[in-house]
Nanobody, 122 residues
Framework: QVQLVESGGGLVQPGGSLRLVCAASGSIFSINAMGWYRQAPGKQRELVATITSRGSTSYADSVKGRFTISRDNAKNTVYLQMNSLKPEDAAVYYC????????????????WGQGTQVTVSS
């Protein structure tokens, strides 16, 4: 059973920084892409950033230049460094693992973490 466990959320003042961590555990052969999504109250879940197994990254326009996604393939872990946080960045942040292949299974699956709350307020 594959599980994604997020950590690093919390309360930060505007202009501050947080680092989110998401570790995938279980018997995993490979993961295609990993990423972060967020959902604020009353809004749809939106893409924040993704990174492929080869290190190609993409970002939402709203976070470009402020957030950095990185990944440790050996640890099946993805990170999101968030700098210059704004009140509009406040949301529950979800980790996603796309195209997860486990041993003895011919197809790939997607997994989500349980979410971690990020609050940006003075």
């Amino acid at each position: 059973q594959v599980q994604l466990v997020e950590s690093g959320g919390g309360l930060v003042q505007p202009g501050g920084s947080l680092r989110l961590v998401c570790a995938a555990s279980g018997s995993i052969f490979s993961i295609n892409a990993m990423g972060w999504y967020r959902q604020a109250p009353g809004k749809q879940r939106e893409l924040v950033a993704t990174i492929t197994s080869r290190g190609s990254t993409s970002y939402a326009d709203s976070v470009k230049g402020r957030f950095t996604i990185s990944r440790d393939n050996a640890k099946n872990t993805v990170y999101l460094q968030m700098n210059s946080l704004k009140p509009e960045d406040a949301a529950v942040y979800y980790c996603n693992a796309d195209g997860v292949v486990v041993p003895n299974t011919p197809w790939a699956s997607d997994y989500w973490g349980q979410g971690t709350q990020v609050t940006v307020s003075s």
